[in-house]
């Protein structure tokens, strides 16, 4: 398997967030993560992200310990919880901002990430001025824009108008065909049915593949 969730447990502050998880996910699949709020699903996203270590177990990417072989996953593309960015710049600006620290993107990606989610690369507005919608989508263009091997989404339909969920719906399944593995939470029953490969169902902190 290319990635394995192996007895994951993490406590924070006395409180158990994720209890005993062990999960496997293979390459260019999308795993739909459910679950009602607070039932640990941003959380066990934040878990194969790197951005949180546990206190038991372990998650192994191609064989390497997340956490003590590797840092973060090697190639991975997040958004989890809702994007920040540089007010006083433009949405590609933001973007050639984050490319500069990995030097993988090139302004072709940059500009076609934003044409993927449907925001226009000449536009001259600033990050501050932008809606909730446009900041949602700048958000997946950062995610999408070096073409990770894994890309994780937390709620990226938020604030996203019936054409938008469209396109963005598109992107996912596109992201998939290129060889990405996905992780995608959402709310919306039946927009996660529509694109998923399998459901993860979350719930008090535990994980497992939906029957």
């Known amino acids: ?46 878990a194969i992200s790197g951005l949180i270590t546990p206190t038991f177990g372990e998650i192994r990417i191609d064989g390497e310990i997340l956490g003590n072989d590797i840092s973060f996953p090697r190639s991975i593309g997040v958004l ?32 076609k990430s934003l044409c993927l989610v449907g925001l226009e690369v000449g536009d001259r507005r600033t990050y501050g001025k932008y809606s909730l919608g446009m900041k949602q989508k700048l958000g997946i263009a950062a995610a999408i824009m070096e073409k990770p091997d894994i890309l994780v989404l937390d709620e990226p339909f938020n604030a996203l108008d ?23 939470a959402c709310h919306d029953a039946q927009i996660l049915d529509s694109i998923v490969d399998e459901t993860i169902i979350v719930e008090n902190g535990m994980a497992r593949r939906a029957q």
Do not use: C
């Not at 006395?14 to 941003?42: M, Q």
């Open 80 to 111: 989890i919880e809702s994007p920040a960015f540089l007010a006083s710049y433009t949405g590609l600006r933001n973007l050639e901002l984050i490319a500069e620290i990995k030097g993988d993107a090139t302004k072709e990606d940059l500009e």
């Open 1 to 46: 398997m290319y990635i394995d969730i192996v007895n994951y447990t993490k406590i924070i502050k006395k409180r158990t967030v994720l209890a005993d998880v062990s999960l496997n996910f293979e390459r260019g699949k999308i795993y739909g993560f459910r679950g009602a709020n607070g039932s640990g699903k941003t959380m066990l996203l934040r």
């Open 162 to 184: 019936e054409e938008s969920v469209l396109q963005i719906q598109n992107l996912i399944i596109d992201e998939k065909e290129r060889g990405a593995t996905v992780f995608l």
